[in-house]
């Protein structure tokens, strides 16, 4: 339901709508973020939208090859982005260095995909606590993930 809700404040473009619904959702956070809040109404430049991720079947088709976000994003919870964009872009020139002359790229583009793609699999799957910790739902959660991005926090503080 609550995913349904920021769908269509993303779809409806209607400003209010969104701005209702951030301060809703991040009113009883604390720190600085009440101060933040105020502000939202004034700023000019608000972008609202939802994050999406898209699975493609195949990520090429005849000499056209998706490579980073566009094949296999692995969403901004992982932070795998750039490492999955510099193994794919590696993996991809290895077998394109491989083909004979003459052959079609398209082989190389199978091989890349069939060899990468169970590894990005893996790296997509998220734990089924990620979400929640990012975006806790009721109090206890909220508490819960306070504590522990504060934990985080002082032991990287630590020597």
Known sequence: AQNQQWEA???????????????????DIGWKV????RGIDAADDLYFQITH??????????????LRDT????????SMDTSL?????????????????GQHPALAFDRYD?????????KQTLPFYVPAIRH??????KWAAES??????RMARMP
């Open 136 to 141: 806790p739902t009721n109090a206890v959660s």
């Open 34 to 37: 009440s101060h933040l809040l």
């Open 9 to 27: 404040a993303s779809r409806s473009r209607e400003r209010s709508v969104q701005v209702a619904l951030i301060q809703s959702a991040f009113s």
């Open 85 to 101: 964009a510099i193994d794919g872009a590696y993996l991809l020139a290895g077998h394109l260095s491989q083909l004979e002359p």
């Open 148 to 153: 522990y991005f504060a934990a985080r926090a």
């Open 114 to 122: 069939q060899q990468f793609r169970p590894f990005v699999v893996h």
């Open 71 to 78: 094949a296999y994003a692995p969403t901004p919870f992982t």
């Open 53 to 66: 991720q898209i699975r493609m079947a195949k990520w090429h088709r005849n000499r056209i090859v998706c």
